[in-house]
């Protein structure tokens, strides 16, 4: 059985995620009655793919924590740690649970450093023990991708905008190169957009930078219109930040970009550093640092060191059938020795 934010809608009424960690002594009552229903179909593996879900296991007996995995990703796992309720129902699960994955090694280590400083040592190192680094996967294109060519560089930032995307690092960049190098490019903003003060400080540095003819606010991309856009773009461009509470835990839009043999340059901080292989598919920069950023993209756009089948080559080791190889091994040793079949 799995708990993730899609079957919200399908058991027995459970929160969004983010609802779950705004309040987290609602989550006492669902656990009990989630408890019961579990208790009565007996599933082999619980798997809980979202950190919030974890506080749903708070009240779980033995017979049900021992059975459980849960998958970190990122910004939840810290941020239930900061919460003093969260992190009190947190801890029984974390002493408890056989074994748990992160998708990234940052991620591994920013999870226990926040146990060791907010509850203790011991179950910092019992994490540090218990934890599989588990990367995430992408359905791998079946054949290499065309690019598409354009007299304009095509630069593509995916993920909403957010200060944590660095976003604005990117545009500050992106005038730097501007100035540095005549090549006429498109940066193409693709994501969520809401009315918040980070965009409309966003919108008004454009404005002060003259960027309003280099950059493009496209908003959430269909499937095929997003395929189509990775098959036009010549670099990713992501400088995604990290702060005490927020950070990239793994970086899988570097992978799918190198899957259509697009180059990518994104930050050396996060989990969003062990997405992108220094000098094969792409760069590793300091977000803040728009010189630096701006030479990587010169050596992308204009001297092309960066090989498409390099970039290719690296999404290869992101696969689904990788991960699920990953996946079936760590239920096996962690709750499969009494389960058929594993």
């Excluded at 003259?210 to 189509?228: I, N, S, T, W, Y």
């Amino acid at each position: 059985m799995i708990l993730s934010p899609e079957s919200a809608g399908t058991l027995s009424k459970i929160p969004s995620p983010l609802q779950v960690l705004s309040h987290p002594l609602r989550s006492l009552l669902l656990s009990l009655k989630l408890r019961s229903a579990l208790l009565k179909s007996t599933p082999d593996i619980i798997h809980i793919t979202v950190e919030p879900y974890a506080l749903l296991a708070s009240l779980w007996p033995h017979a049900l924590l021992h059975r459980t995995v849960i998958t970190f990703h990122g910004s939840y796992g810290v941020r239930l740690l900061q919460n003093s309720m969260s992190r009190r129902l947190l801890r029984r699960v974390l002493a408890s649970l056989p074994a748990f994955i992160a998708v990234s090694s940052y991620t591994k280590n920013r999870i226990a450093e926040e146990c060791n400083r907010r509850c203790s040592s011991a179950l910092a190192d019992r994490f540090l023990r218990k934890t599989q680094v588990v990367y995430n996967a992408i359905c791998l294109p079946s054949v290499p991708e065309e690019h598409v060519r354009s007299d304009r560089k095509q630069i593509l930032l995916i993920g909403p905008l957010k200060p944590r995307k660095g976003v604005l690092e990117a545009v500050e960049a992106c005038a730097l190169y501007r100035q540095m190098h005549a090549n006429p490019f498109t940066l193409r903003i693709i994501g969520t957009q809401d009315d918040s003060a980070y965009s409309r400080t966003v919108e008004q540095r454009i404005v002060a930078l003259h960027m309003q003819d280099e950059v493009r606010f496209e908003g959430v991309l269909p499937q095929d219109k997003l395929d189509a856009a990775y098959r036009s773009a010549d670099l990713l461009l992501l400088p995604a930040r990290t702060t005490e509470t927020t950070f990239e835990g793994f970086g899988l839009v570097f992978i799918e970009a190198a899957s259509y043999g697009v180059p990518s340059i994104g930050p050396t901080t996060s989990g969003a550093a062990e997405a992108i292989e220094e000098g094969k598919s792409g760069y590793r920069v300091r977000p803040d640092d728009a010189a630096q950023i701006a030479q990587r993209m010169h050596s992308i756009l204009d001297e092309h060191r960066i090989d498409p089948e390099t970039c290719r080559a690296w999404a290869q080791r992101f696969s689904i059938a990788s991960m699920a190889a990953a996946m079936s091994g760590l239920y096996a040793t962690a709750v499969g020795s009494e389960i058929p079949g594993l």
